[in-house]
């Protein structure tokens, strides 16, 4: 059975950091590649950031870079975004993502709040 469970959500100050942690289990996750989106309510899905099954390329959607990082532990089966000065527009919810060839798979996401 398929599983990618997020963690790391929850209320930050403007400015502030967040570390989400995505665990993977059911499929050979060093296989896949790996993405974060989130939905702000209101709004559409959107790619956050992504990173190659080997961990070698990364990228990011423009409002995030130089501010998030995505990593993976192909040994653990983890993929996490570190978020650093963290801005109200950054709140939604973060999913993660598996994707290889034409297979897929959602987590059930975890909300990130930034408010004062």
């Known amino acids: 059975q398929v599983q990618l469970v997020e963690s790391g959500g929850g209320l930050v100050q403007p400015g502030g950091s967040l570390r989400l942690s995505c665990a993977a289990s059911?499929?050979?996750?060093?296989?896949?590649?790996m993405h974060w989106y989130r939905q702000a309510p209101g709004k559409e899905r959107e790619f956050v950031a992504g990173i190659t099954s080997t961990g070698d390329n990364r990228n990011y959607v423009d409002s995030v870079k130089g501010r998030f990082t995505i990593s993976r532990d192909n040994a653990k089966n983890t993929v996490s975004l570190q978020m650093n000065s963290l801005k109200p527009e950054d709140t939604a919810v973060y999913y993660c993502?598996?994707?290889?060839?034409?297979?897929?798979?959602w987590g059930q996401g975890t909300q990130v709040t930034v408010s004062s």
């Open positions: 059911g499929f050979i996750f060093s296989s896949y590649a």
């Open positions: 993502y598996a994707g290889r060839g034409g297979y897929y798979y």
